[in-house]
C-alpha cells in the first residue's frame, strides 16, 4: 500500500469519494460543480490543506483531506481530518489507520500540531470505534453553527 499526498490527477476519485461518503453518511446528493471546484481548490491551494490517499496496486482505495486551523493559545495548527472515505470493500483493513499516521507524521515534520481532530456522526459508531482504537478521544467541546 502506498500513502501519498492527493494530485492533480487525483481529481475525479476524489469527487467519486466524496459524493460516495456523501450520500452513505447523510444521504446527500453533492453539486458535481461545486464539489469540483471545492476539491480543486484544496489540490491548487496548500496553505488551506492536502488530500491523502492510499493505493493498492494503482487504484486509490481510500483518501481523507486535512485543513487547518490556527491556535493562538498553543501557537500551533489544528489538524482537522475531514472527507474520510475508504471504499466499502477495503473497509476494516487498517487503511485508515495508515492515512491518521501519514497526518501525523507531516504534522511532526512540521513542527507539531496543537492536536489532530475530526467530526464523525453520531450515529456512525463503526468510525468512532476505530478514532477510539486509535487514540482518539471524544472532545469535551459541542459544535454550534450557522448557515
Request: aromatic share 12%; hydrophobic share 40%; charged share 25%.
Amino acid at each position: 500500500m502506498l500513502i501519498r499526498k492527493g494530485q492533480a490527477a487525483d481529481l475525479q476519485a476524489l469527487i467519486n469519494f466524496n459524493q460516495a461518503m456523501a450520500e452513505e453518511t447523510e444521504g446527500l446528493s453533492l453539486d458535481s460543480q461545486v464539489l469540483s471546484k471545492g476539491v480543486n481548490t484544496l489540490l491548487t491551494s496548500p496553505e488551506k490543506g492536502f488530500y491523502l490517499v492510499a493505493e493498492v496496486d494503482g487504484e486509490i482505495v481510500g483518501s481523507l483531506m486535512v485543513t487547518f486551523e490556527w491556535s493562538d493559545w498553543r501557537a500551533k495548527d489544528y489538524y482537522w481530518i475531514q472527507s474520510v472515505y475508504i471504499r466499502p470493500e477495503n473497509r476494516r483493513q487498517g487503511i485508515y489507520g495508515k492515512l491518521y499516521q501519514a497526518v501525523k507524521d507531516i504534522a511532526a515534520k512540521n513542527g507539531g500540531a496543537a492536536s489532530f481532530r475530526l467530526y464523525v456522526e453520531k450515529e456512525n459508531t463503526n468510525a468512532q470505534r476505530t478514532y477510539s482504537a486509535l487514540g482518539m478521544e471524544q472532545s469535551y467541546y459541542l459544535m454550534y453553527e450557522q448557515k
